[in-house]
C-alpha cells in the first residue's frame, strides 16, 4: 500500500471526482459501495440510516460545510485551501479487500493523517471512498467542527508510510519490496536492461529510495515554514509543496521507465529472403 498526498484544495468537488472517476456535482445514492468510512461525530447529528441515502453531492456539501460555517477559519498563513486529500492504492497483486478491510485502513490512515482523534468530538469532517479498483481516497476538511485548524504532524508523510506498513502486515497485502524481490528472482542471470531497471527501481522505492527520502524533507520543511507567519512564509511553503509533488512524478516515472526496461523483448519477425535469381547462360548460334 502506497500513500500518496495530493495538493490542497478550496473545495471537495475535485479530490471527489477523481475518487470516483468521474464529475461531481450528480445525482444517485453511492453510500453503501463507495463510501466504506467516514467521520464517526457524523452519527450524532444525523437520523438513523439517512447517510445511506446521500448522493455525491450531497458528501462534498458535508465536506464543504466547515467552509461556509466558519467564513473566517484559516491556516496560521491565512490559507483557505482547506480540503485534504490523501490517497493510498494497493499492490497489483493484492487480493480485493473487503468493505470492513477497507473501513480500517480508513480510520488508520485518518489517525495517522491528524485528521482523526478518537474521542475527539471536534475533529475534521471526512470521508473515504473506494471508488476504483485498488485504490483508497481518504478527503477531509482542515476546519474542524469548532471552527479551528487542524494541524497535522510534520513528518506527516512518514507516519503514513509507517502505517501502511502496518496495515499491510495485518490484512496479508504485498510489501513493495518482497514483491520486487520474487520478481527479480525469477531471473537467474539477469541482463543488462534488468540491471538497470533495479536501480531505477531502487531510486523511486516509495519506502526507502533517496528520492522519497528527499521529497519528505521537503514535505517536512513545507509545513515547518507554513507554520510561520507571513505571506512570504505561505508563499514559500506552497513552492515547496509543488517541488514535493514533482519529485513523487519523477518517481512515477522512474518507475514506469523501470518496468519497460524488465518488460520481456518482443520476437523479431522474420525477414523472407529474397528469391535465389540463376544466371541464364545464352548459347551462341
Given at each position: 500500500m502506497i500513500p500518496r498526498i495530493n495538493e490542497r484544495t478550496h473545495t471537495p468537488h475535485d479530490p471527489l471526482s477523481e475518487a470516483l472517476g468521474y464529475a461531481v456535482p450528480f445525482v444517485g445514492g453511492l453510500t453503501e459501495h463507495a463510501v466504506v468510512a467516514y467521520w464517526p461525530g457524523l452519527d450524532s447529528y444525523i437520523l438513523d440510516d439517512e447517510q445511506a441515502t446521500w448522493t455525491a453531492k450531497q458528501w462534498a456539501e458535508h465536506l464543504e460545510d466547515p467552509l461556509l460555517e466558519h467564513p473566517f477559519a484559516a491556516s496560521p498563513q491565512d490559507d483557505r485551501r482547506a480540503i485534504f486529500h490523501l490517497d493510498a492504492r494497493l499492490h497489483p497483486d493484492d487480493r480485493e479487500l473487503s468493505r470492513a478491510e477497507w473501513a480500517e485502513a480508513a480510520h488508520r490512515l485518518a489517525r495517522a493523517a491528524g485528521i482523526e482523534t478518537p474521542g475527539d468530538t471536534n475533529d475534521c469532517h471526512w470521508i473515504a471512498v473506494q471508488g476504483k479498483h485498488g485504490r483508497l481516497d481518504l478527503i477531509?476538511?482542515?476546519?474542524?467542527?469548532?471552527?479551528?485548524?487542524?494541524?497535522?504532524?510534520?513528518?506527516?508523510?512518514?507516519?503514513?508510510?509507517?502505517?501502511?506498513?502496518?496495515?499491510?502486515?495485518?490484512?496479508?497485502?504485498?510489501?513493495?519490496?518482497?514483491a520486487s524481490r520474487q520478481r527479480g528472482s525469477s531471473q537467474a542471470a539477469p541482463t543488462s536492461s534488468t540491471q538497470f531497471a533495479r536501480v531505477l527501481a531502487q531510486l523511486a522505492n516509495e519506502q526507502d529510495g533517496p528520492l522519497v527520502a528527499v521529497r519528505g524533507l521537503v514535505e517536512q520543511t513545507a509545513h515547518r515554514v507554513a507554520d510561520q507567519a507571513g505571506a512570504a512564509s505561505a508563499d514559500t511553503a506552497h513552492r515547496l509543496e509543488l517541488i514535493a509533488h514533482r519529485l513523487y512524478g519523477i518517481q512515477q516515472e522512474l518507475q514506469a521507465t523501470a518496468t519497460r526496461l524488465n518488460a520481456p523483448p518482443q520476437p523479431r519477425t522474420a525477414v523472407p529472403a529474397p528469391p535465389t535469381v540463376k544466371a541464364v547462360t545464352r548459347q551462341p548460334r
Open positions: 477531509a476538511n482542515l476546519i474542524r467542527f469548532d471552527g479551528t485548524w487542524q494541524r497535522q504532524p510534520a513528518d506527516l508523510l512518514r507516519r503514513l508510510s509507517d502505517e501502511a506498513r502496518a496495515i499491510e502486515e495485518d490484512l496479508r497485502l504485498t510489501p513493495p519490496r518482497t
